[in-house]
């Protein structure tokens, strides 16, 4: 195991490595931006070293900082966290090279899984059903259209580097595709530095369900089992669930499967999730891998008493993992709500400030991840995710009911700001969601009369 780790990332994620590292007796430096040198993550580190100003890109997205801080002070690993530099092949294959272990997927399997095209051809060649759709990047708008016509709309569009959400867009109508594409294209060179664009056809009512992935560098691979992330804006995910309700135990167990299948195909070691559409006839499709810790990895933690850093960190050092498939099991029902430090009345708009007030909940099988705290500042420069709420019950029932009394105790409270709060209790009553019949489309339900 390593001695010392230099955990490149901010917020709820950076303190939530900091301390499964504590528990592991491992070393942490820090590497932070001007703004967050008093950070909770900051305080609990051992050692601190700033490497830029507020702009992330001049700070957690300067990869030669990162590895210079991390030469300096005798680091023997890089722990990206989730964005930022989490999915970049070049920084993993710079960390390999300054002698540096990179903890996530090695360089060659971040950049095949990072290509959305290339993705697709590593799933259909192990067997996975694709989305129909342009086999590879368009390389004209004319192609491009001649796809969206050969599947019927509505399409969506894809950066081929695109992630988190990012880089898509639904065309419905033949007559804006092509002025729709190439402003897709032009977003996706402003967003990844990288043009390339493809189609595919637009499920409108699907469950997005995602399986998180463990594997090592000995060839073992295991599922951790479903989560369902169907509820989303602008397909970002604002709560996540497992098990997956109305997931019959046979299309569990096909997805799965197929899941391992691919990962093993790609040749994929660390955490990692592999993500899918339901669609109303039961039928999965493959869209993506995320090569990195996901948001969400806490509502699985809950449920199999494992730590999913933990697990990184262990493969990333060259160990094995520490449970196989047969010794995996999986208990009771989790949630987590993203609490994040927006206005739901205005689009979601991010809305910063100093919190004058902050009070998170607790009580029975309540888990609170956040770097939040009285007197902190929420800035514009990084993303407005302020905690995640997280819950587990014997069943989803109950597992509603705590987390709507967990959002109803959390008090959050600055200049300016507003909270995605209420809005989550809204979704927590909805009746679709609460007869678990909710799709993707259900929070554009809940704003479209608003």
């Known amino acids: 195991m390593f001695s010392c780790i230099l955990v490149a990332n901010r917020g709820e994620i950076a303190l939530r490595i900091v301390r499964t590292c504590r528990e592991l007796g491992i070393r942490t430096v820090l590497a932070h931006s001007s703004v967050d040198r008093d950070s909770l993550a ?51 294959e710079a960390c390999a090279l300054h002698g540096l272990a990179f903890v996530g997927p090695p360089a060659e399997v971040v950049a095949l899984l990072g290509d959305k095209t290339r993705a697709r051809e590593v799933a259909a060649a192990a067997g996975l059903p694709i989305i129909p759709g342009s086999p590879r990047e368009c390389g ?8 969206a016509g050969e599947i019927g709309y509505p399409v969506i569009t894809k950066a081929a580097s695109g992630g988190g959400g990012r880089g898509m867009t639904v065309v419905r109508d033949p007559r804006e595709f092509s002025r729709s594409y190439r402003e897709a294209r032009a977003a996706a060179k402003v967003l990844f530095g990288d043009s390339r664009t493809y189609v595919e056809k637009f499920i409108e009512t699907a469950r997005h369900i995602e399986i998180q992935i463990l594997a090592d560098g000995s060839g073992n691979v295991v599922h951790l089992g479903e989560r369902d992330c169907s509820v989303q804006r602008n397909r970002q995910k604002l709560v996540e669930e497992t098990p997956a309700p109305g997931l019959s135990d046979e299309l569990r167990a096909q997805i799965t499967t197929a ?31 995320n090569c990195r810790i996901q948001v969400e990895h806490p509502v699985t933690e809950q ?11 262990v493969v990333a050092a060259g160990g094995r993992l520490s449970v196989t498939q047969e010794e995996i099991r999986r208990t009771g029902a989790a949630i987590e709500c993203r609490v994040n430090a927006e206005d739901p009345e205005r689009g979601f708009l991010p809305t910063p400030g100093v919190l004058s007030e902050f009070q998170p909940p607790a009580g029975p099988f309540t888990r609170v991840d956040t770097h939040g705290r009285v007197g902190m500042r929420i800035t514009k420069d990084y993303d407005s995710l302020l905690a995640k709420v997280v819950v587990w019950a014997q069943d989803r029932h109950q597992a509603i009911a705590r987390m709507e009394r967990a959002l109803g105790e959390f008090r959050v409270c600055g200049n300016g700001m507003h909270t995605t709060i209420g809005f989550l209790r809204e979704v927590l009553c909805h009746p679709i969601f609460l007869d678990a019949k909710h799709t993707t489309s259900l929070v554009d339900q809940m704003i479209s009369p608003r």
């Open 303 to 313: 449920v199999t008493g494992l730590d999913l850093v933990r697990e990184q960190l």
């Open 42 to 92: 900051a305080q609990l580190a051992d050692e601190t070293v700033q490497i830029g100003p507020a702009s992330a890109r001049k700070s957690y997205l300067n990869a030669s900082a990162i590895i210079q801080a991390a030469i300096q002070t005798g680091a023997e690993a890089i722990h990206p966290g989730y964005g930022f530099l989490a999915e970049d092949a070049d920084f993993s």
């Open 140 to 147: 004209t708008t004319a192609e491009a259209e001649r796809v």
């Open 259 to 289: 899941a391992v299948a691919c990962a093993r195909a790609a040749g994929y070691v660390g955490a990692g999730t592999f993500e899918f559409l339901v669609d109303q006839d039961d039928n999965f499709y493959f869209i993506e891998a």
